[in-house]
């Protein structure tokens, strides 16, 4: 069964593009998974369609309310389903957290807005926290964008070529190598001799070697994280 995702969030319309343009479009239309897009007002029982209001404690911004908020996840929800929250203070995304939520069969993605959600959301209706890195944006729903396209690329179809995952950063814990196509001179710059060579042993060998140098330099961490 095709996994499924549903997006809570109070601007549907951010990801109008994104779920119809390239690889992902492709995969939605094949059914290889579904997405469906909900606005967090439809659950907004008031006649202004309030979704949020002010700390308790005082503070700057404003927070989603729990009520609609809650209601909708509820209604959302299917048993067994994984319901998270994007968000700065949750656990850092990575490649194997986008490979365990692809075999997934239903999630729900809440995005948050302002200074974020009322804990008791959290509380109540959330299973896990996800942050797409150490920044703050203005609302969830790209983050919620990034989760989907991570996964995606697990899901088997939806890339092209299924090797295209095996040789990519973060796989070993190592950064990808670089890249060339044609022409073969740019500029006066030259593809790596090595790489025209058509002996493919070398080319692996080269391209394990550009991998580590470049995880050294740029991502000593995950070189120091390697398991023993
Ligand atoms: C302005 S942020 C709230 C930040 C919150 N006050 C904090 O300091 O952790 C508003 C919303 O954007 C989303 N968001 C912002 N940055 C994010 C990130 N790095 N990862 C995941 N979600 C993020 C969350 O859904 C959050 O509720």
Request: net charge negative; aromatic share 6%; proline share 6%.
């Amino acid at each position: 069964m095709a996994l499924r995702v549903d997006v809570l969030t109070l601007f549907p319309r951010m990801l109008e593009g994104f779920l119809t343009e390239s690889i992902l479009g492709k995969a939605l239309e094949r059914q290889l998974l579904q997405v469906d897009v909900h606005d967090l007002r439809d659950w907004c029982t008031d006649k202004h369609r309030t979704a949020d209001d002010r700390p308790f404690g005082g503070g700057a911004g404003m927070l989603l309310k729990p009520e609609p908020a809650v209601a909708a996840i509820e209604a959302l929800q299917s048993p067994g389903c994984r319901r998270i929250y994007l968000t700065p203070d949750g656990v850092p995304f990575s490649q194997e957290i986008a490979q365990e939520l692809s075999q997934q069969e239903h999630l729900v993605l809440l995005s948050g807005h302002y200074e974020g959600i009322d804990q008791r959301i959290r509380d109540e209706v959330i299973d896990q926290e996800i942050s797409i890195g150490d920044y703050v944006l203005t609302n969830g729903t790209l983050p919620a964008a990034v989760l989907i396209d991570a996964m995606a690329r697990f899901i088997p179809g939806v890339l092209g070529e299924e090797k295209s995952l095996t040789h990519e950063s973060f796989t070993g814990k190592l950064l990808d190598f670089p890249q060339y196509t044609r022409p073969a001179e740019f500029r006066g710059k030259s593809v790596p001799e090595v790489l025209l060579s058509g002996n493919h042993g070398e080319i692996e060998k080269w391209r394990l070697a550009q991998r580590i140098e470049k995880t050294r330099q740029v991502r000593p961490d995950l070189l120091n994280n390697q398991p023993s």
